[in-house]
């Protein structure tokens, strides 16, 4: 199924209409009918429903999977062309993004805005909530003592003739109060974190939504025979709307300080609790703790270059936490109007701290201080800077107590009760204004040339190269601009080369037992073993794979790369990349330290170290080492291979879309990716809205790499990239390949799915490097 370079009429459809860019009509079409062959396309390439696992229910009452809720609604997605694409998150401060652009400056304007955000999150994350019942009920249970505490086990029953109930505990301290309120789902093991909040005054409080007390069933699930399909509220709004009747009950206590009411959660009680705050006001201060996607990591963050918690993954496992609705935005994330960051606007000017491991599997550092970035104009906006605060931490998933003890701290600082202010501590606290005045450097675009994606064979004074020795000058130009983009690389002989203990809290992929491993530098070396785990040959091939935009945990979910590759006979090197996975906080002062280079430059460098090392082990092939990755290890492997001679072969699989075409709104991040996002090349900021001046692109890169074998697999309706442009980029450097009599070395693969590594993709891969290293 490889695709030719030449472009058919079928493949120009398919990258305008998947790229969103269709209206009322496509060809001919309706509107109505657009959306539904985009349907289909996207049930082509999405994996099968799944069933049902042990925790997970089906998306609706009457529906057992996805497919069934969309047969029987005739539900269709939404008109993506006629939706915003952002480069960067919904900004809460405007209204009508991407339309007027009407910037928030009074209460009314927001308001307004605070109205529309959550209208359009019930619409596409959550499903209609119900109002507030109004008719709670109370009866006391149990009371206890517990020491000087008071325990009390309440029931609450309420709605429609009281069918919905949720059974709540206090732990009440001794006196009259009034107290605060620390309030979280029931768990057995939460019961060390209200005891931590009695100690410090306040009345620890669990309530039985999403985790069941005593093994009986999680409250909230009646709530779907009460109110649905009037309102068709999810189970994380289920959760969230569970915690506003616990505070139904405890606003009708005298010993309750209503003005000091706190909640948290883990994980998925961490998403419910983002979800309770921004919607009900009456909570004072919030901590979501790990909640991952739909909770403090933003859905446009989640794609699968970011090889996280997926919209595809957690709508296809859990299928009843968030809207149906929500699966369209599978491949097009950057479509949605609203997302995390906007609930966190909504719970200004209240408390909000945003918490997570920095090696969390399920999000990552890097998306959650973008939402925090975000949040904080509406804070500043507000006058409520100081009720905004972030705290990542090293660990695993769940909070140790030294950590539960910080959240506190918050909670009393955020109502006065004590002055321990929170660190506020970035890991990627980079933006283009903040790298202008630590390099210092100014750029003027304009006094650079403006050019297409063309006329590759054009050289000194427009004349027409025609052989290699004439281009091979060209190349060296070339070389000196990429270079020029990548920064002043310091004198170096290469990476530090000290074990790392972060590697066994961050962990190692999962292989087959038939492979072996080493560690080698500053990564580890994985090969086809023998029984006693030795290599299975003394000439083995060896692929540098690069990971993607793995923020969290670097090379750690790449086990099914290497087991593929080492199948075939091929040696594995991976490592992790600046700023990702154990080297996370290495790449923290980054451009503090070195402002004039560029974590890219340090990247390919990186890749130049790796290769010094590879040539010395005695089981490789220093003749064939090739290099490859998906997304951010696509684009490594592009420059690395342009200006290393040494690399045999080159893998780019959604690597780039050229950048002088990239224009404001063309893909989903543009080229402030480069230079405002991931702070991978500044330089290239001061090109925005100026692209046609970027002194190189990827035609030129590609065809530095010429004549060596090069693998580009641009997905047809890739949301980061234009397929049409990176099909021009490839079919002008294949005139390169042509000059060398080597036109068959350079192949383009354009399969008909979204932004993603698909199993198709890893298969041509993997046989394409076997075959050209055969």
């Not at 409080?205 to 699930?221: H, I, L, N, Q």
């Not at 600046?578 to 330290?593: A, K």
């Not at 991040?669 to 925005?688: K, T, W």
């Not at 047809?716 to 397929?723: E, F, K, N």
Request: a negative charge.
């Amino acid at each position: 199924m490889m695709a030719k370079l030449s472009v058919q009429v079928l493949i120009i459809f398919f990258c305008s209409f998947f790229a969103g860019a269709y209206t009322t009509t496509v060809y001919g079409q309706s509107e109505e009918a657009a959306r539904q062959q985009y349907l289909e396309q996207l049930q082509k390439v999405l994996s099968p429903d799944q069933d049902r696992i042990s925790t997970a229910l089906p998306p609706t009452p009457i529906d057992s999977t996805w497919t069934a809720w969309v047969e029987r609604t005739g539900a269709l997605p939404p008109n993506f062309g006629k939706m915003p694409s952002l480069p960067f998150l919904p900004d809460p401060l405007i209204l009508d993004e991407g339309g007027e652009n009407i910037p928030v400056e009074t209460i009314e304007q927001w308001n307004k805005k605070r109205a529309w955000i959550k209208e359009q999150a019930q619409h596409w994350i959550t499903g209609p909530v119900p109002p507030a019942p109004g008719n709670l009920r109370a009866e006391l249970l149990e009371e206890r003592q517990v020491g000087e505490l008071t325990e009390q086990d309440v029931l609450l029953r309420f709605g429609p003739d009281h069918q919905a109930k949720l059974n709540i505990t206090l732990l009440i301290p001794p006196g009259e109060g009034p107290f605060p309120v620390f309030l979280c789902p029931w768990k057995e093991d939460r019961y060390d974190w209200v005891q931590a909040a009695v100690r410090r005054g306040y009345i620890g409080v669990r309530f039985a939504g999403t985790d069941p007390k005593y093994g009986m069933p999680d409250d909230s699930e009646t709530y779907i025979d009460t109110w649905w399909p009037e309102y068709d509220f999810t189970a994380i709004m289920r959760w969230a709307w569970s915690a506003s009747r616990a505070i139904d009950y405890l606003h009708t206590q005298p010993f309750v300080n209503k003005k000091q009411i706190a909640l948290t959660g883990l994980s998925r009680n961490g998403k419910a609790a983002l979800w309770a705050a921004a919607y009900d006001k009456r909570i004072k201060a919030v901590v979501p703790i790990s909640g991952g996607t739909g909770g403090e990591h933003p859905f446009r963050y989640t794609s699968d270059k970011y090889n996280n918690e997926t919209i595809a993954l957690l709508t296809r496992r859990r299928p009843h936490w968030l809207s149906q609705r929500l699966r369209f935005f599978v491949g097009r994330e950057h479509k949605l109007p609203i997302d995390q960051n906007s609930l966190m606007a909504l719970v200004a000017p209240r408390g909000l701290m945003l918490t997570s491991s920095i090696t969390e599997s399920a999000a990552d550092p890097w998306g959650i201080e973008q939402a925090y970035r975000s949040a904080q104009t509406v804070y500043d906006f507000l006058g409520a800077e100081e009720k905004l605060a972030i705290d990542l931490r090293d660990g695993l998933h769940s909070p140790a107590a030294r950590d539960m003890e910080r959240y506190l701290d918050f909670f009393d600082y955020v109502f006065g009760r004590g002055n321990i202010k929170p660190d506020n501590k970035l890991y990627y606290d980079y933006t283009f204004s903040k790298w202008l005045g630590l390099s210092g450097e100014m750029i003027d675009p304009l006094e650079y040339e403006s050019k297409g994606i063309d006329n590759i064979l054009e050289g000194e004074g427009r004349k027409r190269i025609n052989n290699t020795e004439q281009w091979e000058g060209k190349k060296a130009h070339i070389r000196s601009r990429v270079k020029w983009a990548l920064g002043e690389e310091p004198p170096s002989v290469g990476p530090d080369k000290q074990p790392d203990y972060k590697r066994s809290v961050v962990g190692s992929p999962n292989v087959a037992e038939s492979v072996g491993s080493e560690r080698l530098s500053f990564g580890q070396l994985f090969y086809p073993a023998d029984a006693e785990g030795e290599p299975l040959s003394d000439d083995l091939p060896v692929v540098v794979y690069l990971h993607e935009y793995t923020y969290s945990t670097g090379y750690l979910r790449l086990g099914d790369i290497i087991n593929r590759f080492t199948e075939q006979g091929f040696a594995v090197y991976m490592y992790d990349q600046i700023g990702f996975g154990t080297r996370i906080e290495e790449g923290r002062l980054f451009y503090e330290r070195f402002p004039n280079w560029s974590k890219m430059g340090r990247m390919v460098a990186d890749v130049g170290w790796a290769i010094d090392e590879l040539e010395n082990m005695d089981y490789l092939n220093d003749d064939k080492i090739f290099v490859g990755g998906y997304a951010l290890g696509g684009t490594v492997s592009l420059y690395s291979a342009a200006l290393d001679e040494r690399i045999a072969g080159v893998i780019s699989a959604s690597g780039f879309t050229p950048m002088r075409t990239d224009h404001p709104g063309k893909t989903a991040e543009g080229l402030y990716r480069y230079s405002h996002l991931h702070g991978l090349l500044p330089r290239l900021g001061f090109f925005i809205d100026n692209e046609d001046r970027i002194p190189y692109d990827y035609h030129e890169i590609l065809a530095s790499i010429a004549p060596r074998p090069l693998l580009v697999i641009s997905p047809l309706w890739d949301q980061y990239a234009s397929s049409d442009d990176v099909s021009q980029a490839v079919q002008e450097a294949t005139k390169v390949y042509e000059l060398y009599g080597a036109e068959g070395n350079i192949t383009l693969f354009e399969p008909d799915d979204y932004n993603r590594l698909s199993p198709e993709m890893k298969d041509v891969m993997v046989d394409w490097v076997k075959k050209i290293s055969e």
